[in-house]
């Protein structure tokens, strides 16, 4: 069994549409990373969560880490929002932070 | 701005050929780390460096080397010895303090 696991691995929803990614986790970690990869192969990072919650524009990320889950929710989802979205859980307490990545979730808004 | 930089981005080698991929930062970051890719997989880690001079491997360093001479410079060497070389290799960097991460845009390595 993988140590990050995300769902679903792929999602097609119509522009407009409210999506939810899971991400769960069987190890402790440090924080909890958000990324996604445009078909390009270049990674971004959305978001670094060690607790709660964070918005940004119409992403929103939470971490429960008593159940060892995180969402990614994405508003008003746009065509542009196409990506492979990517959890990946920090293992490191100080120097080094390496991380140990879900499969990813291939989402598709189509218009 | 500041930024990870990897080149080339695709990459053609013949089979037994060494070849060195490049990843430049220059963020100030003192951590750096080389991750592959493979279709329908997570990113595994290759080798990471958290100081100068300094590497350590990671879980599938095998048939790889990297140096670290420089704060700003983390190449990674893929060797003869990697079964399996053809794959998307992404670099990054983090600074300690607050785990944030910086990653490339990658390299596309095929091996023919």
């Known amino acids: 069994k993988n140590e990050v696991e995300q769902s679903p691995q792929n999602l097609t929803a119509q522009e407009g549409e409210f999506i939810t990614i899971n991400c769960s986790y069987s190890v402790g970690i440090s924080a909890l990373h958000w990324l996604q990869q445009h078909p390009g192969g270049g990674i971004v990072s959305l978001f670094m969560l060690s607790s709660g919650k964070k918005k940004h524009g119409r992403l929103i990320a939470t971490i429960n880490i008593q159940e060892k889950h995180s969402s990614l929710h994405i508003t008003a989802s746009h065509p542009r929002d196409s990506a492979v979205y990517i959890c990946a859980v920090g293992r490191g307490i100080q120097g080094a932070q390496k991380l140990v990545f879900g499969q990813g979730t291939r989402l598709t808004i189509n218009p | 701005d500041g930024g990870i930089t990897q080149s080339p981005k695709y990459l053609f080698r013949k089979e037994g050929q060494n070849v060195t991929l490049s990843c430049e930062q220059n963020?100030?970051?003192?951590?750096m780390y080389w991750y592959r890719q493979d279709p329908g997989q997570g990113l595994r880690l290759i080798y990471y460096s958290q100081i100068v001079n300094d590497f350590q491997k990671g879980d599938i360093a095998e048939g790889y080397s990297v140096s670290r001479e420089k704060k700003e410079s983390f190449p990674l060497t893929v060797t003869s010895a990697q079964k399996n070389p053809t794959a998307f290799y992404l670099c990054?960097?983090?600074?300690?303090?607050?785990?944030?991460?910086?990653f490339g845009s990658g390299t596309r390595l095929t091996v023919v």
């Open positions: 990054a960097s983090s600074i300690w303090s607050n785990y944030g991460y910086t």
């Open positions: 963020l100030n970051h003192d951590a």
